[in-house]
C-alpha cells in the first residue's frame, strides 16, 4: 500500500487575506490608484460591513497632457470621491502633496501618520512600493514615496515620540495597524476572491471617465471592463482556480 498522497498547495499560491478586522485606511498617491485592481476587493470588504477610507496623497493634477493642473485638480478630486462611493467608501481625503514630485521622506510620513491616527485601521493598503512592477516595468517615483512612507508610517503612528505635534493637536498614537497591504506588487503573498466585487469595480473606474478618455480610444466601459477583468483572472491559477485581487502583506 502506498502512502496517501498529501495534498499541498503549490509553491506560488496566495494565501487568503485576513478577515478578523473591521477598518481598514487605504493611502495612495493618485486618483484611480486604487480602481487599477484594488476596488473590486474593498467592494467585497465593505459588502460585508466593513468601513474603508482612501487618503490620496495628491488631487492627481500632473495627470492628463491637455488639462492645466488647476482645472484638472478638482475635476479629478470629484472623480475620485465619484470612483469610492460605488466600492462603498464615503470618505476620501487629500493630502495635498504635489503630483509627480512627492517626495518621500518625514513630511510625507507624518502626514501619513496623522491620517492612521484620525482613522484608527487594522488594515492599512497601499499601492506598489518598489522600483518596478515586475520585471523592466519602472514604477513611478510617487507610487514608491507613498508606498514606502505608508509601510513606515505604520509604525510611526504608534510612536508618541517620532511626531509629538501630532499628539499635541490631538492625535493620539495608534498602534492597532497589523497588516500592511500592498496592491500591485510584483511579489504578492495573498489575496482575496475578486468575484463578488468586480462589476463595481469596472464602474468604479469608469467614474475617472476624464482620465480615461485621454488615455484610450477604446471604448471606456470596454476599456475598464477588460483591464480588470483580465487581471484578476490572471491571478485565477495562484488562487484555486478563483479570480482574484493579489496583495503583499507585511504583518506587524
Ligand atoms: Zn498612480
Known sequence: MTEPKIQTAAPDQLLPMPEDW??????????????????????????????????????????????????????RE???????????????EFLDHKDG????????????????????????????????WG????NTPDHVAVGRATLDAAADAGNRWIFPELTEQ????????????VAGSSSPT????????????????????TYIEVLTDEDPETYCRSFLTGNVEAMAERFGGTPAVPFELFSR
Not at 52 to 60: E, F, K, N, P, S
Not at 78 to 92: I, L, M
Not at 106 to 121: E, G, K, Q
Not at 173 to 178: A, Q, S
Request: aromatic share 6%; hydrophobic share 45%.
Open 170 to 181: 490631538g492625535l493620539e498614537p495608534w498602534n492597532g495597524v497589523r497588516w500592511v497591504a
Open 135 to 138: 520585471g523592466v516595468a519602472w
Open 78 to 92: 470629484q472623480e475620485q470621491r465619484a470612483s469610492a462611493a460605488v466600492v462603498g467608501v464615503d470618505t476620501v
Open 22 to 75: 473591521q477598518r481598514a485606511l487605504a493611502v495612495v498617491a493618485h486618483p484611480d490608484d486604487l480602481e487599477y485592481g484594488c476596488s473590486a476587493a474593498i467592494a467585497g470588504w465593505t459588502d460585508g460591513g466593513r468601513q474603508v477610507t482612501y487618503v490620496l496623497a495628491t488631487r492627481g493634477e500632473a495627470g492628463i497632457d491637455t488639462l492645466e493642473p488647476a482645472k484638472c485638480a478638482p475635476l
Open 101 to 132: 514630485v512627492i517626495e518621500y521622506g518625514t513630511a510625507l510620513r507624518r502626514d501619513i501618520a496623522a491620517a492612521i491616527r484620525r482613522h484608527r485601521p487594522e488594515l492599512v493598503i497601499t499601492l506598489n512600493h518598489r522600483d518596478t
Open 190 to 209: 495573498h489575496a482575496v476572491d475578486a468575484t463578488p466585487g468586480i462589476e463595481r469595480a469596472v464602474h468604479s473606474l469608469l467614474e475617472h471617465r
